[in-house]
C-alpha cells in the first residue's frame, strides 16, 4: 500500500468487525462490553488511520489495536476498590489454617475433560468469574484467557507480585467454591 493511499475504514469494519467482536467475547465474557471495545478499537484506528503504513496487514493492525483495547479494559477495572469481606478466607479456612469441612475441596467427576465444550458449564463459569471482586477477575483474566505472564499483569495493573499471587490465590479459592455451587451441587 502506498502510503498516499487512504485505507477505507468503512470496508475494514465490514471485514474484521465479526472476527475481532469474536476475540474480544473470547477475552472479555461479556456481549456488550466486547462490542464496546470492537467500537473503540475501530474509533482508534480511525483516529490513528495517518500513521498506517501498511507494513503489516490491516488484520494485524486492528487485532493489535484490540489487544491495547482490552488491556486497557481490564486496567480499568482493577482500579476498582475490593471490599474487606470479600478478601475474607475465614470461610474456607478455620482460625488455626485448617480447612472448614463443607468448604474443602472434594474431587471433581473424571469425566470433565470435555466440560469447557459444555455451554452451560460455560455459563456457569462466566458468571463466576463476574461474581469475583473487579480486580480479581481482571487478574485471573489477563492471566488465564490474556496468557500474560505475573511480571506484566503486575506491570499493567500497578501491584505487586506478591498482591498479584494472594489475588489469584483467594480468586481460585472462590471461582471453585462458586462452580461447586452452582454446577456440582446442581447436578
Avoid at 50 to 75: M, V
Avoid at 132 to 158: F, H, R, T, V
Wanted: charged share 30%.
Amino acid at each position: 500500500m502506498k502510503i498516499l493511499d487512504t485505507p477505507d475504514i468503512a470496508k475494514w469494519v465490514d471485514e474484521y468487525a465479526a472476527g475481532l467482536l469474536k476475540r474480544a467475547m473470547f477475552k472479555i465474557s461479556d456481549t456488550e462490553i466486547a462490542k464496546d471495545v470492537v467500537q473503540d478499537t475501530f474509533l482508534a484506528a480511525t483516529e490513528k488511520l495517518h500513521t498506517f503504513k501498511g507494513e503489516s496487514s490491516p488484520k494485524t493492525w486492528l487485532y493489535s489495536i484490540l489487544n491495547f483495547k482490552i488491556i486497557d479494559y481490564y486496567r480499568s477495572k482493577a482500579r476498582q476498590t475490593v471490599s474487606p469481606a470479600s478478601q475474607s478466607l475465614l470461610k474456607f479456612f478455620t482460625e488455626t489454617g485448617e480447612w472448614n469441612d463443607p468448604k474443602k475441596p472434594r474431587a471433581w467427576e473424571d469425566d470433565d475433560s470435555h466440560i469447557l465444550d459444555d455451554p452451560d458449564f460455560r455459563l456457569v463459569m462466566r458468571n463466576c468469574l463476574e461474581a469475583l471482586p473487579e480486580k480479581w477477575n481482571a487478574c485471573i483474566s489477563m492471566k488465564y484467557y490474556l496468557d500474560k505472564k505475573g511480571d506484566e499483569i503486575c506491570q499493567d495493573l500497578g501491584i505487586t507480585p506478591t498482591n498479584l499471587w494472594q489475588i489469584i490465590h483467594r480468586s481460585k479459592l472462590n471461582l471453585r467454591d462458586c462452580i461447586e455451587t452452582n454446577w456440582y451441587n446442581d447436578h
